[in-house]
């Protein structure tokens, strides 16, 4: 199978990248073993609410991860140690004008 999208890596680390595809206007972020796909507007609302811990509430665990995430699938739900959400904050921080510029663009053209 031929994969025809210019998928561009805009930031990465051991853990995970995110990075754009211009065909689809997509964002990924692939953390440890998840992957989110987000649009523009998806993209700054995670990461308002990864700021804001939105969502986000206390769930001890034995293998340190002390946080809980509510996804919209009833049951499913992701946990994370507070410097996993850093992590992941920090790589959305390093691509901050790059997704600002994509928006500005995108509304110029509306």
């Known amino acids: ?4 999208h210019d998928f561009k890596t805009l930031t990465e680390n051991e853990n995970g990248y995110i ?31 990864l700021e804001s811990r939105i969502g986000i509430h206390d769930f001890w665990t034995s293998h340190g991860k002390e ?8 049951n499913y739900y992701i946990l994370l140690s507070e410097a996993e959400i850093e992590e992941i904050l920090n790589m959305m921080d390093d ?3 790059l997704v600002e510029a994509h928006r500005v663009m995108n509304m110029n053209k509306n």
């Open 1 to 4: 199978m031929e994969n025809s």
């Open 95 to 97: 691509i901050a004008l």
């Open 67 to 74: 946080l809980m995430l509510r996804t919209p699938l009833k």
């Open 19 to 49: 990075g754009f595809c211009p065909c689809c206007k997509k964002y990924n972020l692939a953390y440890k073993n998840s992957l989110f796909i987000f649009s523009e507007f998806e993209f700054g609302a995670f990461q308002d609410m």
